[in-house]
């Protein structure tokens, strides 16, 4: 017998889903029809609404770019980051956080995480400073803010670097106030195609620097200086232009950033509709033997990009059984993250053993991410609550 052939079989219930709504794809229709399909105006209108929604303050730079693993990459180079310096951050996080330190010869630092709310532990980040340390990037896990407090002291106190990866914070607030706008040097959020926003593939770099603005800008696009374009172009022609370093190819188009503009709009109305499902899902699946997401503290936001559960010790199944019953039940579901010292390259590379992260360890072999994102239903938040209930009481 099949789920398929079951008479009453519900339809298979995706881990995540993009919403992408009427006025998406009338932009995006629009910007075909217009003849300008690369990056223009609409990559120009979506920078300056992102910087708008991070409350606009003066200075404030939003720098489209075609991913966020291009931004960060473009963060990094621009702070100067090169062979033989060190960059500390998770090893509970997507490789992209930690390739990018690699794509300019210096060396990842990983170390632990924080059992309680799953992000980077500050003492931890602290234990690992040597003097080759050049920066740190904390990872906003699962849209949970880090304690950036915690974070941007200890890269007072040592001289580094703060790149927050936001791929998941979007919108998130730390005492009160939304990540982009915490104090570090540089911040990247991701428009990927499960993120809370999504421009198919894309990102936004956030910075108050405009040495580090002006430099991104370059190298975002080929290393063609703008600034000094701009300065002369009453006197040559349009066709001029003058290459200052070997650039990347990370611009975002129009096509993408039609998206993002209405993307951007509904952001609060999808952060809140995720934010109502993560509170069903903790209502339903309380008395479970189950370790339920982490919350923020004094009324801060989540953006809940993801809800991941830890099974208890004395759960009757094991991680990889229950996600199987979940698949049996026609429910997609993840693991965030298989970490990074589990990984062939990461392991070798730096030698790297299970037992120095034993707190992301022991979560990774109990952790799941269910679905959650706006277009499932309350009635799909209770389906997945119900899967999870039979498989656990057996
Ligand atoms: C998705 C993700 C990235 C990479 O984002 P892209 O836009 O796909 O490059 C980086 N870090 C984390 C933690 C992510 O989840």
């Excluded at 029809?33 to 910087?51: C, H, I, L, N, Y």
């Excluded at 936001?166 to 730390?174: E, K, R, S, V």
């Excluded at 975002?220 to 300065?231: T, V, Y």
């Excluded at 189950?290 to 923020?296: A, C, E, R, S």
């Amino acid at each position: 017998m099949t789920d398929s052939a079951a008479p009453t079989a519900l339809p298979f219930l995706p881990f995540a889903l993009p919403e992408i709504g009427d006025e998406e794809i009338a932009e995006v229709i629009d910007t075909l029809k217009s003849g300008w399909v690369t990056t223009g105006p609409k990559a120009r209108r979506f920078e300056q609404d992102f910087a708008a929604f991070l409350g606009g303050e003066p200075g404030i730079e939003a720098i489209a770019v075609n991913s966020a693993t291009a931004g960060l990459h473009l963060a990094l180079e621009a702070l100067g980051i090169g062979p033989g310096d060190e960059v500390i951050t998770t090893t509970h996080t997507f490789t992209a956080t930690a390739e990018v330190v690699r794509y300019l010869g210096a060396d990842v630092r990983l170390v632990d995480i924080d059992p309680a709310t799953l992000n980077i532990d500050p003492a931890a980040i602290e234990a690992a400073v040597t003097p080759r340390t050049k920066a740190i990037i904390p990872v906003h896990y699962a849209g949970l803010a880090v304690d950036m407090d915690a974070v941007l002291a200890i890269a007072r106190r040592h001289n580094l670097k703060v790149v927050e990866d936001a791929a998941h914070a979007l919108p998130t607030t730390h005492g009160g106030r939304l990540v982009g706008t915490l104090g570090s040097d540089i911040t990247v959020f991701s428009f990927y195609a499960n993120k809370t926003i999504t421009t198919g593939e894309g990102g936004m770099a956030v910075t108050r620097d405009p040495a580090l603005a002006a430099r991104m800008k370059v190298m975002r696009l080929h290393g063609i200086n703008r600034d000094a374009f701009d300065r002369f172009t009453a006197k040559v022609p349009s066709w001029y232009y003058e290459i200052v370093a070997p650039g990347f190819k990370y611009n975002l188009t129009d096509i993408a950033a039609a998206m993002g503009l209405h993307q951007l709009k509904r952001l609060q109305d999808f952060q809140a509709k995720r934010a109502r499902f993560a509170a069903l899902y903790d209502e339903l699946l309380a008395d479970l033997p189950l370790v339920l997401p982490p919350k923020p503290v004094g009324g801060d936001l989540h953006s809940w990009h993801l809800y991941v559960l830890r099974l208890t010790d004395d759960a009757p199944v094991g991680r990889d059984a229950l996600i199987e019953a979940l698949y049996a039940a026609g429910i997609g579901c993840s693991v965030h993250y298989i970490p990074l010292h589990q990984h062939p390259y990461w392991r070798e590379r730096y030698d790297l053993q299970a037992s120095d992260f034993p707190h992301s360890q022991r979560a990774y072999e109990r952790m799941l991410s269910v679905p959650l994102y706006t277009r499932m239903t309350e009635d799909d938040v209770r389906r997945v609550a119900a899967a999870l209930r039979r498989a656990l009481q057996g």
